[in-house]
């Protein structure tokens, strides 16, 4: 199955309603996607989302880097030389870990349509469905309490609040939610590095001490601060989740090695994609380290395959791929389906999807 040809789209989905965090608010999907084309006909999906204020990555740097580099690098290869591919797209470019990750998700799925199987089981088959969280964006205490009663209703029982904008009005935020939902649901916190590391273990301690039972905080401080990080996670009794902070293997044995989290989130944007998503699971299984999935803003095609990714690895205890159900619409025909807090991963070949509809193709 030789690689003919990469194309590169774009597609537009509307949130149903704006999210906000600590570094910005959006009210649509805006993402790049690819579609590798093959001589026996099959073609494989990925797709990026240029989240600028976290991986560094804009539109215009996912398609110069895919244009200028990643394309050329692998138009002619078999996919049955999967490891030489990887390394060629992981050494053509540094960084552009976006670009990367939409091409890796694309091999994957060809990957598993050559061998006949979903890619959930080629890579370990650990299971055949999973539970995600949804997020509930940084707004007034009131609205959030709004939100997180509307998110139950809807049936999710794991909340990820946003919080990191103003630590003593965050501890406000959380005391209205637990005050709203009571005590069954699950309730983890995103701080998406708005605190000092002092602030932090300000807040966390006061949310500890009024009893708010947080399961744990992602990023409380700056990516680069990993002696801040540690500082929190040494300070405090909640959990700690490193976010920002890892984006390679590299990142997350450092991390590791210092203990300066109690768990990484992994994010195929960050990582460049499965392949570096799965060192990161080993790593984090060698030191019996617990791993989230997350995603960015992201329509169906690349959280399908951190779906599968999921389904497969049983060091991955805590799933955040709530990107689908915040937008409007689906436009990813095929793939896992998701059903309010329920994903499951079909069963076909690769990864599933078979169109993606309203893509607008660049030159
Ligand atoms: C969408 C997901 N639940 C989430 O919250 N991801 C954020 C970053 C998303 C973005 O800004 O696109 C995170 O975990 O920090
Ligand atoms: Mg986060």
């Not at 790049?32 to 099959?42: L, N, P, R, Y």
């Not at 200028?68 to 960084?95: A, Q, T």
């Not at 009663?149 to 959380?174: P, S, Y």
Request: aromatic content about 6%; overall charge negative.
């Amino acid at each position: 199955m030789k690689i003919t040809d990469i194309k590169i789209g774009e597609i537009s989905v509307p949130l149903k309603t704006p999210f906000k965090t600590a570094l910005r608010t959006v009210d649509s999907v805006e993402d790049i996607i690819v579609e590798i084309h093959t001589d026996s006909g099959q073609i494989g999906f990925g797709e990026a989302p240029p989240t600028g204020v976290i991986t560094g990555d804009t539109k215009g740097a996912i398609v110069g880097a895919l244009k200028d580099h990643i394309i050329k690098s692998l138009v002619g290869m078999d996919i049955e030389n999967f490891e030489e591919i990887m390394l060629r797209l992981n050494s053509c470019i540094v960084g552009n870990h976006s670009a990367k990750a939409a091409v890796d998700i694309a091999l994957y799925d060809l990957y598993g349509q050559l061998y006949h199987a979903p890619l959930y089981k080629m890579l370990g088959g650990y299971q055949k469905q999973i539970i995600t969280d949804i997020t509930i964006s940084v707004n007034s205490p009131r609205e959030m309490a709004e939100d997180s009663v509307d998110a139950i209703k809807r049936g999710f029982k794991t909340l990820k609040i946003k919080v990191g904008k103003d630590a003593a009005m965050d501890l406000e935020r959380m005391k209205a939610i637990r005050k709203a939902v009571g005590y069954d649901v699950d309730l983890r916190i995103d701080a998406n590095q708005g605190w000092s590391p002092k602030e932090a273990v300000k807040v966390l301690t006061d949310m500890e001490d009024a009893g708010l039972n947080i399961e744990f905080v992602e990023q409380p401080v700056k990516a680069h601060d990993i002696e801040g990080m540690k500082f929190v996670t040494d300070h405090v009794a909640i959990p700690v989740l490193a976010d920002e902070s890892v984006f390679s293997p590299q990142d997350a044995l450092s991390i590791l090695q210092q203990h300066a989290a109690d768990f990484i989130n992994i994010k195929l944007m960050k990582t460049g994609g499965l392949y570096n998503a799965l060192k990161i699971c080993s790593i984090a299984e060698v030191y019996g380290v617990e791993c989230m999935i997350g995603c960015m803003l992201e329509a169906k095609v690349s959280v399908n395959a951190a779906v599968h990714l999921a389904a497969a690895k049983s060091i991955i205890t805590k799933i955040d791929l709530d990107g689908p159900v915040l937008c409007s619409e689906d436009p990813v025909v095929g793939g896992s389906v998701f059903d309010n807090d329920r994903i499951t991963p079909s069963d076909t070949p690769g990864l599933g999807v078979t169109k993606v509809n309203g893509i607008r193709y660049l030159d």
